[in-house]
């Protein structure tokens, strides 16, 4: 993934990417975080239950992604399981994303399913991406789309 326009802000700092606070702080903790590693084969990300997953959170994920991936494109895991919801601008910076060869979403639930097609609903997305219920079976078609 590539975050267009911009940095991460800093943990605690303003939220410019759309908690539709401009110039607020924003405490850290009440934000959250995704957690991005690498995995085998692919990057996996987890996106924080319960939290509204905001640019600020997505513009960090991203950014951690980018450094994982380096300059090869990587398939991404996104689990959204018992997310919130997601905001334009998270959407936005997720969106922008070029560095992923694919792209498999793992929910479990109808919530998540909605919340999925929001994020997906923008563009065309610029690799193949596919909505799952299961990891097993998400893990299952990124390994049939490595190279």
Same mark, same amino acid.
């Given at each position: 993934m $590539? !975050?267009m326009?911009?940095?991460?802000?800093?943990?605690?700092?303003?939220?410019?990417?759309?908690?539709? #606070?401009?110039?607020e702080?924003?405490?850290?903790?009440?934000?959250?975080?995704?957690? !991005?590693c690498?995995?085998d084969?692919f @990057?996996?990300m987890?996106?924080?239950?319960?939290?509204? @997953?905001? %640019?600020?959170i997505a513009a =960090?994920a991203?950014a951690e992604?980018?450094?994982?991936a %380096?300059?090869a494109?990587?398939?991404?895991l996104l689990e959204? /399981?018992? @997310?919130?919801s @997601? $905001?334009r601008s998270? #959407?936005?910076v997720?969106?922008s994303? =070029?560095s992923?060869?694919a !792209?498999a !979403?793992?929910g479990s639930?109808q919530?998540? #399913?909605?919340i999925?097609?929001?994020?997906?609903? %923008?563009?065309?997305?610029?690799?193949p /991406?596919?909505?799952?219920?299961?990891r097993?079976?998400?893990?299952?078609?990124?390994g049939? =789309?490595?190279g």
């Open positions: $590539t !975050v326009g911009g940095s991460a802000p800093a943990p605690g700092a303003a939220d410019p990417l759309g908690s539709g #606070r401009q110039g702080e924003i405490p850290a903790a009440a934000e959250g975080y995704a957690e !991005v690498q995995d084969g @990057i996996s987890v996106l924080p239950p319960g939290a509204v @997953i905001t %640019g600020g =960090r991203a992604f980018q450094e994982l %380096g300059t494109d990587k398939p991404l959204l /399981t018992g @997310i919130e @997601i $905001t998270a #959407r936005t997720f969106g994303a =070029r992923a060869s !792209v !979403v793992v639930t919530v998540d #399913r909605v999925a097609n929001f994020l997906l609903g %923008g563009d065309l997305p610029p690799c /991406t596919k909505y799952f219920s299961s097993h079976d998400a893990l299952a078609w990124l049939s =789309r490595a």
